[in-house]
């Protein structure tokens, strides 16, 4: 079985990610495949310098990923122009891991902030939607040491919430502690797989 986890910056997606991966899933980070994509292929590196400038590198010449957030979520063109470089190789990659992780024997589940947006959800027997208040997910991402202001670009950029949950097979609301949201995440687990483990 695959099931994808998706919702908004600071939801809670990929703590009901590591709920199910503590329960025998195999989790596949989108989050993580993006970064290596970026970090390590230096093809991508270069076609992100010419369209977003130097001033994403840093001193060691390693990416500056809170500079290019700031520039690549400043505008709907620029945001565009940062998935038409990064999505293609991190969906080939995407692709990859869901066949080998199929093959593992475990139940496969997909954290991915855009699994919509790329239309992944038609690949995935259930999707589901972590949700929370505008007012929670601020005051995470705050803790998380994002500023007001790159909040709201990174937000601006994601499709609304109302839309997300025309996809979803499942919501999870996450407005209350993480004990809380462990409870709810075991028991969507359990309900989307039989109780069977892994």
Not at 140 to 165: A, F, H, N, V
Request: with cysteine; hydrophobic share 40%.
């Amino acid at each position: 079985m695959i099931i994808g986890v998706t919702g908004l910056i600071g939801s809670g997606k990929s703590a009901v990610a590591a709920v199910f991966g503590s329960l025998g899933a195999a989790v596949i980070d989108c989050d993580r495949i993006g970064r290596e994509v970026v970090e390590t292929n230096e093809t991508i590196r270069y076609r992100l310098v010419l369209a977003f400038g130097r001033s994403i590198l840093t001193g060691s010449r390693t990416l500056n990923r809170r500079r290019l957030g700031l520039l690549a979520f400043g505008s709907a063109e620029q945001t565009e122009l940062l998935n038409s470089i990064v999505h293609p190789p991190l969906l080939s990659r995407l692709d990859r891991e869901m066949a080998e992780a199929t093959q593992s024997g475990h139940h496969v589940v997909v954290d991915a902030a855009l699994l919509i947006n790329w239309g992944y959800h038609r690949k995935m027997d259930y999707t589901i939607l972590v949700s929370a208040t505008a007012e929670n997910r601020t005051k995470r991402l705050l803790s998380c040491g994002l500023t007001l202001e790159e909040i709201r670009l990174r937000t601006k950029s994601q499709l609304p919430l109302s839309y997300l949950r025309r996809f979803a097979d499942r919501v999870i609301v996450n407005d209350s502690d993480a004990a809380a949201l462990q409870v709810k995440a075991e028991e969507t687990y359990w309900e989307l797989t039989g109780g069977e483990i892994g």
